[in-house]
């Protein structure tokens, strides 16, 4: 039943991105201060987006996109956000404004396209924040109300561009998670059935198209090819141009430098490590000591080198909802490092706890094919 429940608000989070206010559609001055402020947030220039910001509250007081734009520079600022109490709750708080604008603006469950997506925005938020901080019923709740705001947005894929990212990652995810979760098949008769071509097809167009769903396209559909596709040379194309759009993300920087080294384009990824590598804080330890150990391992068969980086990030924490997967990176490598040492036991046994870990597809299947 847990399972269940965490993949009805887990799935339905991983739909929800940025709101695509309609009346600001309309506003071309205000539109485009909605996308400087978060090209501003997403290159953690935070001082710049709240410039922006003002020009859209100041035209627009009390509007739910203030409260989302609020929101969204307390989720980057202090990422992850879930482990600090007193900024999770700010942005909690943020988040019912936005609610509270909404029900006052447009009326208790309405059906203006704009409501519901602030509305799906605001509850999907919520329930990721509640997800992480493993208050399940919380989360459960708040899943639940995001999905009643996403069966109305579903009648508005054709109405906007921004929809493409939405539609797209629910005919991905709709079809690959019960492949990877077998105990939610039988809640899957309650959905529509999906499409996982056309869902890379429609994401891939929302990084093109969309305006405000432009960075979370690319950041998402990178992320599918990484864990799911396992065609890291797809994904390098979308984290490339992350980067090149926002070079100040270390996020971003870290995806890409990760894509990089899956896709075996080992000098593009050192120079970006180096930059990594500056940040010193946070989740980002882990991860680019994993990154330093595959290139000793891949680029300069260095198998001592690299299970010594290999031993220091399985001693670095991980964040489960970032940086996890680095530690069954680090697994995997210790294992082909023993087991190129002749040390099969000792393989099997890293493979074991990679397995513990792994949530990518081509990790999963290197760790079950070892015998």
Same mark, same amino acid.
């Not at 079809?175 to 890379?200: I, R, W």
């Given at each position: 039943m847990q399972n269940t429940l965490r993949f009805l608000f887990l799935f339905l989070l991983t739909l929800c991105s940025l709101p695509a206010p309609a009346q600001l559609l309309n506003d071309p001055a205000s539109l485009k201060h909605v996308q400087q402020s978060l090209d501003k947030i997403y290159n953690y220039e935070f001082e710049e987006a709240e410039v922006f910001m003002h020009q859209v509250q100041k035209k627009y007081p009390n509007h739910p996109v203030s409260y989302i734009l609020d929101s969204f520079v307390l989720f980057w600022k202090h990422l992850p956000i879930k482990d600090n109490p007193t900024k999770s709750k700010e942005y909690i708080h943020k988040l019912d404004q936005c609610l509270e604008a909404i029900n006052k603006k447009y009326g208790k469950n309405s059906l203006d396209p704009e409501a519901v997506f602030y509305t799906m925005v605001a509850r999907g938020y919520m329930a990721m924040m509640y997800n992480y901080k493993g208050e399940m019923m919380n989360a459960a709740g708040e899943g639940k109300k995001a999905y009643n705001a996403f069966v109305e947005g579903l009648k508005l894929i054709n109405k906007n561009p921004e929809f493409y990212f939405t539609s797209g990652m629910y005919n991905y995810y709709v079809?690959?998670?019960?492949?990877?979760?077998?105990?939610?098949?039988?809640?899957?008769?309650?959905?529509?059935?999906?499409?996982?071509?056309?869902?890379?097809?429609?994401?891939?167009?929302?990084?093109?198209?969309?305006?405000?769903?432009?960075?979370?396209?690319?950041?998402?559909?990178?992320?599918?090819?990484?864990?799911?596709?396992?065609?890291?040379?797809?994904?390098?194309?979308?984290?490339?141009?992350?980067?090149?759009?926002?070079?100040?993300?270390?996020?971003?920087?870290?995806?890409?430098?990760?894509?990089?080294?899956?896709?075996?384009?080992?000098?593009?990824?050192?120079?970006?490590?180096?930059?990594?590598?500056?940040?010193?804080?946070?989740?980002?330890?882990?991860?680019?000591?994993?990154?330093?150990?595959?290139?000793?391992?891949?680029?300069?068969?260095?198998?001592?080198?690299?299970?010594?980086?290999?031993?220091?990030?399985? !001693?670095?924490?991980?964040? *489960?909802? =970032?940086? +996890?997967?680095?530690?069954?990176?680090? %697994?995997?490598? #210790?294992?082909?490092? @023993?087991?190129?040492?002749?040390? !099969?036991?000792?393989?099997? *046994?890293? =493979?074991? +706890?990679?397995?513990?870990?792994?949530? %990518?597809?081509? #990790?999963?299947?290197? @760790?079950?094919?070892?015998?």
């Open positions: 079809e690959v998670y019960p492949e990877e979760h077998s105990m939610v098949k039988p809640l899957m008769l309650f959905f529509k059935s999906g499409d996982k071509a056309l869902g890379l097809k429609q994401i891939d167009n929302a990084t093109k198209v969309g305006t405000i769903t432009r960075a979370e396209a690319n950041f998402y559909i990178s992320h599918i090819y990484l864990k799911y596709e396992s065609r890291p040379d797809k994904a390098v194309y979308y984290t490339d141009r992350l980067i090149d759009l926002y070079p100040k993300n270390p996020l971003f920087l870290m995806k890409n430098v990760e894509s990089l080294i899956l896709a075996a384009k080992y000098e593009q990824a050192s120079k970006e490590l180096a930059m990594l590598k500056k940040h010193t804080q946070g989740f980002y330890p882990v991860a680019w000591r994993t990154f330093q150990g595959l290139l000793h391992e891949k680029h300069e068969k260095d198998d001592a080198a690299a299970q010594r980086e290999y031993l220091l990030a399985l !001693k670095t924490p991980h964040d *489960d909802q =970032y940086t +996890k997967e680095y530690h069954a990176m680090a %697994y995997a490598g #210790l294992a082909r490092v @023993a087991s190129r040492a002749g040390n !099969k036991g000792k393989a099997k *046994d890293y =493979y074991k +706890k990679c397995l513990g870990k792994a949530e %990518y597809r081509s #990790l999963i299947k290197e @760790a079950k094919a070892f015998k």
